[in-house]
């Protein structure tokens, strides 16, 4: 299966933006080319280690619900089964991994996507095709029509992921599909709606700038 369209009786009309894909492309190869030395090193530490590839390959669904390989840097031990969901109190997460994860560092490879046109700077953040496929109601469908994005509204606000909105003895898997997907794609319908440069400009300097105050936040905390 190539689409997740061939399951679920649905299709969906694609949104073009042509600043977008120019602001895209720019934005990600500068990345690419600053953060060279990063990918680097931390390719190496991942791989001394721990045993398994450098990155994580996850099935993702994407514009106009085709599926692709989201690309991330392997936080958790390699072949270790577990639940879809994760936060940095889990077990199966490297030592290094929860530092990635911390600072969004474990994302950096989707600018590799971005410049193969799998994803954006900024869009509905992607989701896994087995949560697609079980809870994605026909409303739903809107977000495949933009690429999916590196960053968006929602994780701004819940900084760094999700799962710090997760209550305590909660399932996480239920909780999400419950209560924090109805929220987003409600989020990213509204970010749909109103998609414009200047809209995207502010979403990515305040991911930016969401990482700096963890950044501060984690230096404060070590040095207690």
């Known amino acids: 299966m190539n689409n997740v369209f061939e399951k679920l009786n649905g299709s969906v009309k694609k949104k073009k933006f042509l600043w977008k894909n120019i602001l895209d492309f720019f934005l990600s190869s500068v990345a690419i080319l600053l953060l060279m030395p990063v990918f680097l090193l931390i390719g190496i530490i991942i791989k001394l280690t721990s045993k398994g590839p450098v990155l994580y390959l996850g099935k993702r669904v994407g514009l106009e619900g085709k599926i692709f390989y989201q690309y991330k840097f392997r936080t958790m031990d390699h072949n270790v089964k577990g639940g879809h969901f994760t936060s940095n109190l889990d077990a199966r997460i490297t030592t290094i991994g929860k530092f990635l994860r911390t600072f969004k560092l474990d994302e950096i490879p ?38 999916p994005g590196l960053t968006c509204t929602l994780q701004i606000r819940i900084f760094p992921d999700f799962t710090n909105k997760i209550p305590e003895g909660k399932d996480p898997t239920k909780y999400y599909n419950e209560v924090i997907l109805p929220e987003r794609i409600q989020e990213d319908l509204e970010y749909i709606d109103s998609i414009s440069f200047i809209n995207d400009l502010s979403i990515i300097i305040k991911t930016i700038n969401c990482i700096i105050l963890e950044i501060f936040k984690y230096n404060r905390l070590s040095f207690k």
Do not use: C, T, W
């Open 110 to 147: 989707q600018f590799f996507n971005i410049i193969k046109g799998e994803m954006s700077l900024v869009g509905p953040r992607p989701e896994a095709v087995d949560v697609v496929m079980k809870n994605y109601k026909p409303s739903y469908y809107g977000v495949f029509s933009v690429r």
